[in-house]
């Protein structure tokens, strides 16, 4: 459930409307929600996330633009894509095996 939403059932439905409609607290809420998304996203990333990260580098390209067998690794289609979009209307890319 989003944080918004789980705050104004839970606080702002439950205030009395002169104290809802109130500036000062308006801004205290507004900052009393920005901490709160700002530790549930410390909480998030400590529990979760950073477990998820450290599996990151087995998953990383290998650097270079062609690998041993031939197929393009990241940086090689990044080429091949600036290759392409230099192209002219009905133009058709050079292949490097013709």
Same mark, same amino acid.
């Given at each position: 459930?989003?944080?918004? =939403?789980?705050?104004?059932?839970?606080?702002?439905? /439950? !205030?009395?409307?002169? +104290?809802?409609?109130?500036?000062?607290?308006?801004?205290? $809420?507004? !900052?009393? !929600?920005?901490? &709160?998304? *700002?530790?549930?996203?410390?909480?998030? *990333?400590?529990?979760?996330?950073? /477990?998820?990260?450290?599996?990151?580098? $087995?998953?990383?390209?290998? @650097? %270079?633009?062609?690998?041993?067998?031939?197929? !393009?690794?990241?940086? =090689?289609? +990044?080429? %091949? @894509?600036?290759?392409?979009?230099? &192209?002219?209307? %009905?133009?058709?890319?050079?292949?490097?095996?013709?």
């Amino acid at each position: 459930m989003p944080i918004l =939403g789980a705050c104004e059932i839970l606080i702002l439905r /439950r !205030l009395p409307p002169e +104290l809802a409609s109130n500036p000062f607290f308006a801004v205290v $809420y507004v !900052l009393f !929600l920005t901490a &709160l998304s *700002y530790g549930v996203a410390a909480v998030s *990333y400590e529990t979760f996330e950073r /477990r998820f990260l450290s599996l990151k580098r $087995y998953f990383e390209p290998a @650097a %270079g633009t062609d690998s041993a067998d031939g197929t !393009l690794t990241t940086a =090689g289609h +990044l080429q %091949g @894509a600036l290759e392409c979009s230099t &192209l002219t209307p %009905g133009e058709s890319p050079a292949r490097a095996d013709a």
